[in-house]
């Protein structure tokens, strides 16, 4: 991250939406709009020459590159950039598709007002993710039908409890106090899973946790 004001980028095929955003952002005085591009080929012409700290990318922007495609090719070049989709589409294929990719947020066109936009943009700079009420709902709605009973799993009884507390977006001081244990041996918990699954962050967490069916009953769990 820049060390002084957030250098961001605007990417989207229409020139109104790139205006509107340019409007909203500039009143944020810790950001400075580094660029615009309309196509995914201007977008990673721009990068060649220009470091920027955030990346509000649409999903859609024919012809081209879609945002899930263009968002592997950054990760894998520019790992240091967070990337924020901004969307119409709601479909969770398309948002886990993205997520898999290395995107840092979703956030949907229809919910993106002036503070949502400031809150998703803060929450990507530090490291967090941020999804729209809507498709955090998706989410959480595809997580609560995984299996009950899971099959065996890398993980431990204790660590399938708590990537399911993350997964209800629990914050580490608060499974920390649920589960009887310190914030530390949370935070470690949350580490071991994160290197043996091969995951990035807490919304790979997730993602992996839908795939395995390991989101059993917190209310069966019982501290040793």
């Not at 998703?120 to 498709?135: G, P, R």
């Not at 993350?166 to 530390?184: D, G, L």
């Amino acid at each position: 991250m820049s060390a002084n004001k957030i250098k961001l980028a605007i990417v989207d095929d229409s020139k109104f939406v790139i205006e509107s955003l340019d409007a909203i952002i500039s009143s944020f005085n810790d950001i400075e709009i580094a660029f615009s591009a309309q196509s995914g080929g201007e977008l990673l012409a721009e990068l060649e020459t220009t470091e920027v700290d955030i990346i509000i990318l649409d999903y859609r922007m024919p012809p081209g590159k879609n945002g899930k495609e263009l968002s592997e090719i950054i990760k894998n070049k520019y790992f240091n950039t967070s990337i924020l989709i901004l969307s119409m589409y709601k479909e969770l294929k398309i948002v886990e598709g993205c997520l898999e990719a290395g995107v840092d947020g979703y956030l949907l066109k229809e919910e993106a007002g002036i503070d949502e936009l400031r809150s998703a943009i803060d929450c990507v700079i530090n490291n967090e993710t941020y999804f729209s009420k809507t498709i955090y709902n998706k989410i959480l709605a595809h997580l609560r039908k995984a299996d009950d009973n899971p099959k065996s799993s890398i993980l431990t009884p204790t660590e399938i409890v708590i990537l399911r507390l993350i997964c209800e977006q629990y914050t580490t001081k608060e499974i920390a106090k649920r589960i009887f244990r310190a914030i530390n041996t949370v935070e470690t918990h949350r580490k071991h899973m994160l290197e043996r699954t091969n995951c990035r962050n807490s919304v790979g967490l997730a993602l992996w946790a839908v795939k395995e069916g390991l989101l059993p009953g917190f209310d069966s769990y019982k501290p040793s």
